[in-house]
T-cell receptor, first 111, second 110 residues
């Protein structure tokens, strides 16, 4: 079965610094990987996806993610964090017709 | 293009009651999935419908059921509500390996 793991419950970053939110995956076959963000009292918003091709995927709001097959990782990154990036981030993998989500990582950007 | 809409946005019920939640997908999307989000269990897959047929079901008891109509709108029903059913219920419609989520229905069971 497909699965993803987010090893950090919370990440704190100072505004203006680069940020990384970690995700590792376990899949059979080719992985379909996603990142979503959830702001308070809101649904999930799609950030980016990796299906195939370039290992560096660019997404919404200046986020990008690097697919690393040898390390089975798909970390989310941003060069310069904004206070408005504070939210709950979910890594996910497609398993057939459903999406399997990680537990989520709460990102705090400190002004 | 309008996004995924869910109604109602908030619901308060008591134990033993039943509830029906509604989801209207993005126009042209035929796949609708439902998820339950709780602080303890995170996001869990409930079921997925495509062209009025349930294609996948998660590990939830039979009290949780759903259906999809010919216009792709979907409903989920929870019977004999329990306190543990309090959650945010998210609906998503899919196209091209991408899921678009609605704002969710916040269900509180007292």
């Amino acid at each position: 079965a497909q699965s993803v793991a987010q090893p950090e419950d919370q990440v704190n970053v100072a505004e203006g610094n680069p940020l990384t939110v970690k995700c590792t995956y376990s899949v059979s076959g080719n992985p379909y990987l996603f990142w979503y963000v959830q702001y308070p009292n809101r649904g999930l918003q799609f950030l980016l996806k990796y299906i195939t091709g370039d290992n560096l995927v660019k997404g919404s709001y200046g986020f990008e993610a690097e697919f690393n097959k040898s390390q089975t990782s798909f970390h989310l990154k941003k060069p310069s964090a904004l206070v408005s990036d504070s939210a709950l981030y979910f890594c996910a993998v497609r398993d057939g017709d459903k999406i399997i989500f990680g537990k989520g990582t709460r990102l705090h950007i400190l002004p | 293009k309008a996004g995924v809409t869910q109604t109602p946005r908030y619901l308060i019920k008591t134990r033993g009651q039943q509830v029906t939640l509604s989801c209207s997908p993005i126009s042209g999307h035929r796949s609708v999935s439902w998820y339950q989000q709780t602080p303890g269990q995170g996001l869990q897959f409930l079921f997925e419908y495509f062209s009025e047929t349930q294609r996948n079901k998660g590990n939830f008891p039979g009290r949780f059921s759903g259906r999809q109509f010919s216009n792709s709108r979907s409903e989920m029903n929870v019977s004999t509500l329990e306190l543990g059913d309090s959650a945010l219920y998210l609906c998503a419609s899919s196209a091209f390996n991408e899921q678009f989520f609605g704002p969710g229905t916040r269900l509180t069971v007292l």
